[in-house]
C-alpha cells in the first residue's frame, strides 16, 4: 500500500468504486488509494445477506451514468448489484487500490503541508480489531462509507425479549444457517417492521415455505410495479446499448422526481393513484384498511416498491399476513399484542433499521482541532464549511443514491483539475454570513432512522451553495450546468506557504 496519495478514499461500495472509476476517467493523472473495513468490495451490497436482499431503486438509475445495465430487470438482487460493481472495478483496475481489512480510525489536516493524515485499524476476519494501526496521507480526502453504522443497527429492546424460546435476527446480522428452503420451510415467523426490508423479507421468506407475519404498528406506502417495462425493453431493442441506457436512465429519474414533486404538491392524487394499483394487486378479498391505510403522505416516508406485486402475491397466496397492532411483551412461544392476540414464532426478525453515522464514525481533526460536523454548513451536500480538502458522498433520500454519488465525483474531479490548473493545495468553502438560516441536512423527511441522528450531520440553510437538494433535476443544473465555475467565491483555494514548491533565485 502507498504511503501518501493524491486522493484517498473510503469506502469500496458503489460509491467508493464509483468514485475511482471517475477519477480514473477524468483525472487520470491523479493517485489514489481506496481503504475498505469489509474483506471484499460492495459495501451494503456485501454487508446484507438476508433472503431477497435486492435494490428499492431501478438499476438504470442506481448504476453508474458510465456504466449501463444491462439487463430488462429493472430491480435486481444484492448479488447482482455486487458482480455489477465488481466487474466495473475490474473493468477499471480498480481492483489494485484496494486495501480491504482496514477501517478508518481518524483524520487529521495539517495546513502547512495541505495534507490529510489517515490512521487505519487492521481488522481481522470477523471485523475486529488486531491491535495493529497504520497511517497513509493524502492531498483529497473523499469519504464514500456510506451514511449508516455497519456494525451497530438499530436495534431497540422489548420487553420479555429472555423469555422467547425461538431465534431473535437482525436482517444486517442475517445468519448463514437461515438461507435455504431446507432451513425455513415450516417456521413461523414475525417481522417487526414495515419498512423496504420488512416488505422485502415477507414474499422471499415465504417463498421458501415459511409462513409469515409483518408486524406493524402502522401501514406504510407499498407501490407494486412491474419488474419488466415494455418502455425499457423496446428501447433497449431498438438502440445501441449506451444510448439506451442513458435514455432510460433520463426517463427514470425525471418520473421518479415527478412522483415526489406530485406527492409534496397534490398528496391526495397520489395517494389515489398508488391506492388503485394496492387495490388491484389485493383483489377482493383482502381489506386495504388497516393494514394498507398509511395515515401519512406519501413520500413523507421513503416509498416502498413491491416488484412485480411479491408481497401482495404471497399474501393471497395464504403464506403470509400482515397484522396491525403494537407489541406488548414477547412470550415463551412469540408475541402477545396490546390487543391481547397472539402470534406464535419460531423466528423473530427485528427488520427495525439501521443507525445513521457520519463520516463512517469518524471526527475530523483541522490543526488541531476536532471539528463537530454538526456546527459545520453543507457546501453543495457533499463539502463542509471550514473544512479543507474533504468531500463526502451521500445520495438522495428519495431517488438513487447513484444519481447523486455520479454528481458528485464529477464536480470532485472538476474540483481537483481546477486545483492543478492554478495551482493551489487547498480548496474550503467560507462561510460569510455565520448567522444564516440553520435546517436539518436533511428535512421534511420525518422517517425514523432520520430523525435519530441527523443533528450530528451538518446543517444546510436557504440559500445556495450551502443547501443539500433533494432534486436531481436541479442538481444535474448548480453541479455540472455549462457555465458552472467551481471557483465560485465561496471555495477558498490557496497554497499555505510551507506546502508551496520553492522558487530559486
Known amino acids: 500500500m502507498l504511503q501518501h496519495v493524491d486522493v484517498l478514499i473510503v469506502g469500496a461500495g458503489l460509491s467508493g468504486i464509483g468514485m475511482a472509476c471517475h477519477l480514473t476517467r477524468e483525472c487520470p493523472g491523479k493517485t489514489y488509494a481506496i481503504v475498505e473495513a469489509r474483506h471484499d468490495l460492495g459495501g451494503t451490497w456485501d454487508l446484507f445477506k438476508y433472503p431477497g436482499i435486492r435494490s428499492d431503486s431501478d438499476m438504470y438509475t442506481l448504476g453508474y451514468d458510465f456504466k449501463p445495465w444491462k439487463s430488462d430487470l429493472s430491480i435486481a438482487d444484492g448479488p447482482s448489484i455486487k458482480a455489477y460493481v465488481t466487474e466495473t472495478a475490474e473493468e477499471y483496475d480498480v481492483m489494485r487500490h484496494i486495501s480491504f481489512a482496514r477501517k478508518v480510525i481518524g483524520a487529521s489536516w495539517d495546513s502547512d503541508t495541505s495534507t490529510w493524515t489517515a490512521t487505519l485499524d487492521h481488522l481481522d476476519g470477523d471485523g475486529t480489531s488486531t491491535g495493529e494501526t497504520s497511517t497513509i496521507t493524502c492531498n483529497w480526502l473523499q469519504m464514500c462509507s456510506g451514511y449508516y453504522s455497519y456494525t451497530n443497527p438499530h436495534r431497540p429492546d422489548f420487553p420479555g425479549e429472555d423469555d422467547f424460546r425461538g431465534r431473535i435476527e437482525h436482517p444486517q446480522q442475517w445468519p448463514d444457517d437461515l438461507q435455504s428452503r431446507a432451513d425455513l ?211 438522495y433520500i428519495n431517488a438513487s443514491w447513484t444519481l447523486r454519488a455520479d454528481l458528485i465525483a464529477h464536480y470532485i474531479c472538476r474540483l481537483l483539475n481546477k486545483m492543478t490548473e492554478n495551482g493551489s493545495t487547498r480548496a474550503v468553502p467560507v462561510v460569510t454570513d455565520p448567522d444564516m438560516p440553520r435546517r436539518p441536512y436533511v428535512d421534511d423527511f420525518p422517517a425514523g432512522y432520520m430523525q435519530r441522528n441527523i443533528n450530528s450531520y451538518p446543517k444546510q440553510s436557504d440559500r445556495d451553495p450551502w443547501t443539500a437538494s433533494q432534486s436531481y433535476k436541479y442538481d444535474r443544473k448548480v453541479l455540472l450546468g455549462p457555465d458552472v465555475d467551481v471557483d465560485d467565491g465561496v471555495m477558498e483555494f490557496s497554497t499555505p506557504v510551507a506546502a508551496a514548491t520553492p522558487v530559486n533565485a
Open 185 to 395: 420451510e415450516g417456521k413461523k415467523i414475525v417481522i417487526i417492521g414495515s419498512g423496504a426490508t420488512a416488505v422485502t423479507l415477507l414474499p422471499s421468506l415465504a417463498e421458501q415455505g415459511a409462513h409469515v407475519t409483518m408486524l406493524q404498528r402502522s401501514p406504510t406506502w407499498i407501490f407494486p410495479a412491474p419488474n419488466k417495462n415494455p418502455i425499457v425493453s423496446g428501447l433497449r431493442k431498438v438502440l445501441p446499448e449506451t444510448v439506451a441506457y442513458k435514455a432510460i436512465r433520463k426517463l427514470n429519474s425525471a418520473r421518479t422526481e415527478m412522483i415526489y414533486n406530485q406527492s409534496r404538491k397534490n398528496p391526495e392524487k397520489v395517494k389515489a393513484a398508488i391506492n388503485k394499483e394496492i387495490k388491484k394487486a389485493l383483489g377482493d378479498e383482502f381489506p386495504m384498511d388497516p393494514h394498507f391505510a398509511p395515515s401519512y403522505n406519501p413520500w413523507d416516508q421513503r416509498l416502498c416498491l413491491s416488484p412485480d406485486a411479491d408481497i401482495f402475491e404471497a399474501i393471497k397466496a395464504g403464506n403470509a399476513t400482515v397484522v396491525t397492532d403494537h407489541i406488548d411483551t414477547f412470550t415463551e412461544t412469540g408475541i402477545r399484542l396490546v390487543s391481547g392476540d397472539h402470534l406464535d414464532a419460531d423466528i423473530i426478525v427485528t427488520a427495525t433499521g439501521l443507525e445513521l453515522l457520519a463520516l463512517g464514525g469518524v471526527t475530523p481533526n483541522v490543526d488541531g482541532e476536532q471539528i463537530d460536523l454538526a456546527d459545520t454548513f453543507t457546501y453543495k451536500g457533499f463539502m463542509y464549511s471550514g473544512v479543507p480538502n474533504l468531500g463526502t458522498t451521500f445520495g
